[in-house]
């Protein structure tokens, strides 16, 4: 999924998302102390106004424009604490050990992109810093809902859980149920979390 597919689907709606910020984000987020944090496919920057709220420095990066132009304009009270960037970090990767928290929400890499890929995001955490990771539940799927979608196809939390070395401890990995109902059409009502601390 490139480019112009993302911003093909930000198109067909005047808004997509609530613009509120994710759940998981809010119940992992809210007791770290603020510091850099990267907003890995931020979309209409929901998470990323939250963090920046909450005293966070915020690099919010999606491959996206029309989503990127939209964040931008509902973050203007804390557009000095956010940087808006496009870019595909699977292929760029961030800079390494550069951030206190990243976080991504429901973005699942496509393991065509292999390891080298996810790991270029697990380097981009500072040591002490935070890695949270949420997905959409595949067991919550049958077969029919997945309308050529195969999860087996993308990383998943605990795929990525597999990936850390001991230089981490895992705090989180493992499915909840949703804090909020699932999007309109899914029956998405469990996410699967990881939450790892980089201790070295």
């Not at 990267?38 to 709220?53: F, K, N, R, S, T």
């Not at 981009?124 to 935070?130: C, H, L």
């Amino acid at each position: 999924m490139h480019t112009d597919h993302w911003d093909q689907m930000y198109q067909s709606r005047e808004q997509v998302f609530s613009g509120e910020p994710n759940g998981v984000l809010v119940t992992e987020a809210t007791d770290l102390p603020p510091g850099r944090a990267l907003d890995v496919g931020c979309g209409e920057g929901g998470d990323a106004i939250w963090l920046a709220g909450r005293g966070w420095q915020v690099t919010a990066v999606d491959v996206s424009p029309t989503a990127l132009a939209r964040a931008a304009a509902a973050g203007a009270a804390v557009a000095d604490r956010v940087t808006w960037q496009r870019a595909d970090l699977l292929s760029a990767p961030p800079p390494a050990a550069a951030f206190d928290l990243v976080s991504a929400q429901y973005f699942h890499p496509p393991r065509a992109a292999g390891d080298d890929a996810v790991r270029g995001l697990l380097a981009a955490v500072a040591p002490g810093g935070t890695l949270l990771v949420a997905g959409h539940d595949p067991g919550d799927l049958t077969e029919h809902d997945h309308h050529g979608f195969d999860p087996a196809g993308y990383y998943q939390p605990a795929d990525i859980a597999a990936l850390l070395d001991d230089g981490w401890t895992v705090e989180i990995d493992g499915s909840r149920p949703r804090t909020s109902p699932a999007p309109p059409g899914t029956r998405h009502t469990h996410d699967l979390v990881l939450r790892a601390r980089r201790t070295g």
